[in-house]
């Protein structure tokens, strides 16, 4: 057989090969502290093997999907989100948060200075600075943009509080991106960028399974976080109030958002769940990550080899 024939047949060999493999895309979805459970997703992924070719994040959901677009060893990211004191971020003018403990459990009080308050008529529009957020993104991934440092598609979504539309960021600073995406209304600062005021994107799309099939991805795999409802009782503070509000908003939404999903995964958890989580208990909630895929990978495998 003559040489280019062969060097031909070679070539149609692997051009089919690489076409038949399926692009996977990835659909991180909202929920707050509970999105330690995406870090386990990623973790049981990586271990059999699952190549991520898109990611697509909401709120919570961008920040963990930007971290691992950008290359950032798994390792890192859950010894990062293991040891972040989301506390450093609770403060503004007039106002001064402590966390105390009560029967074991962290109790936010809030101490407000309110002469001075009425006397500034300055009355905030969050309890957590998206900035301080943002700002220490850009330490964490070396000022990334998403045009020249990205090592897997992502996209972040976001909602604009005026026009009510879903904004879709891919350009420019990544930390920006990720800081208007986890704004959730009430408990963060509303994000400003390119004359928008930016919310969180559970308020128009939950898990972006849309967002991902648009991006090019033939399987989709969305992580809703809407199943691990924590404790059943009465919030006792002002985060726990807009956190709890925050889910019975979406919780519809999400469903929608989950249409077009090849594979769903609802990790489980029953416990406390809020942002100042001691380290054993954001563990137990990366772990129900592992746990639900670990579940589901046979049925993953199955749908890849049958595309």
Same mark, same amino acid.
């Given at each position: 057989?003559?040489?280019?024939?062969?060097?031909?047949?070679?070539?149609?060999?692997?051009?089919?090969?690489?076409?038949?493999?399926?692009?996977?895309?990835?659909?991180?979805?909202?929920?707050?502290?509970?999105?330690?459970?995406?870090?386990?997703?990623?973790?049981?992924?990586?271990?059999?093997?699952?190549?991520?070719?898109?990611?697509?994040?909401?709120?919570?959901?961008?920040?963990?999907?930007?971290?691992?677009?950008?290359?950032?060893?798994?390792?890192?990211?859950?010894?990062?989100?293991?040891?972040?004191?989301?506390?450093?971020?609770?403060?503004?003018?007039?106002?001064?948060?402590?966390?105390?403990?009560?029967?074991?459990?962290?109790?936010?009080? *809030? !101490? +407000?200075?309110?002469?001075? @308050?009425?006397?500034?008529?300055?009355?905030?529009?969050? /309890?957590?600075?998206?900035? $301080?957020?943002?700002?220490?993104?850009?330490?964490?991934?070396?000022?990334?943009?998403?045009?020249?440092?990205?090592?897997?598609?992502?996209?972040?979504?976001?909602?604009?509080?005026?026009?009510?539309?879903?904004i879709i960021m891919d350009k420019g600073k990544i930390s920006n991106a990720v800081a208007a995406s986890i704004s959730i209304p009430g408990l963060f600062y509303p994000f400003e960028c390119e004359d928008r005021i930016l919310v969180d994107g559970g308020l128009k799309d939950p898990v972006p399974v849309d967002v991902v099939r648009q991006m090019g991805a033939d399987i989709v795999i969305a992580v809703s976080?809407?199943?691990?409802?924590?404790?059943?009782?009465?919030?006792?503070?002002? *985060? !726990? +109030?807009?956190?709890?509000? @925050?889910?019975?908003?979406?919780?519809?939404?999400?469903? /929608?958002?989950?249409?077009? $999903?090849?594979?769903?995964?609802?990790?489980?958890?029953?416990?406390?769940?809020?942002?100042?989580?001691?380290?054993?208990?954001?563990?137990?909630?990366?772990?129900?990550?592992?746990?639900?895929?670990?579940?589901?990978?046979?049925?993953?495998?199955?749908?890849?080899?049958?595309?």
């Amino acid at each position: 057989m003559p040489i280019l024939t062969i060097v031909f047949f070679i070539t149609c060999v692997i051009f089919s090969s690489a076409q038949s493999e399926p692009k996977i895309g990835l659909a991180l979805g909202a929920g707050g502290p509970r999105g330690f459970a995406h870090i386990g997703v990623l973790k049981a992924l990586e271990r059999e093997g699952i190549k991520i070719n898109y990611i697509a994040g909401t709120s919570v959901g961008s920040l963990v999907g930007a971290f691992y677009a950008l290359g950032f060893d798994l390792k890192d990211i859950e010894d990062y989100i293991l040891e972040e004191n989301f506390t450093k971020y609770l403060s503004f003018k007039n106002i001064t948060f402590e966390l105390e403990e009560y029967q074991n459990k962290k109790i936010l009080g *809030i !101490s +407000i200075n309110l002469p001075k @308050m009425i006397a500034d008529a300055v009355w905030p529009r969050g /309890l957590l600075s998206t900035i $301080a957020i943002r700002d220490k993104f850009d330490q964490l991934s070396n000022w990334a943009h998403f045009e020249y440092d990205l090592k897997i598609p992502f996209k972040a979504v976001a909602t604009d509080l005026i026009t009510g539309e879903k904004i879709i960021m891919d350009k420019g600073k990544i930390s920006n991106a990720v800081a208007a995406s986890i704004s959730i209304p009430g408990l963060f600062y509303p994000f400003e960028c390119e004359d928008r005021i930016l919310v969180d994107g559970g308020l128009k799309d939950p898990v972006p399974v849309d967002v991902v099939r648009q991006m090019g991805a033939d399987i989709v795999i969305a992580v809703s976080l809407q199943e691990m409802t924590g404790e059943k009782k009465d919030p006792n503070n002002v *985060i !726990s +109030i807009v956190e709890r509000s @925050m889910d019975i908003m979406i919780e519809d939404l999400t469903n /929608l958002s989950l249409r077009g $999903a090849d594979l769903v995964l609802k990790p489980q958890y029953q416990g406390e769940v809020s942002y100042f989580l001691k380290k054993k208990e954001r563990v137990a909630i990366i772990r129900q990550g592992e746990i639900e895929t670990e579940n589901k990978i046979n049925e993953l495998k199955k749908i890849i080899e049958d595309f």
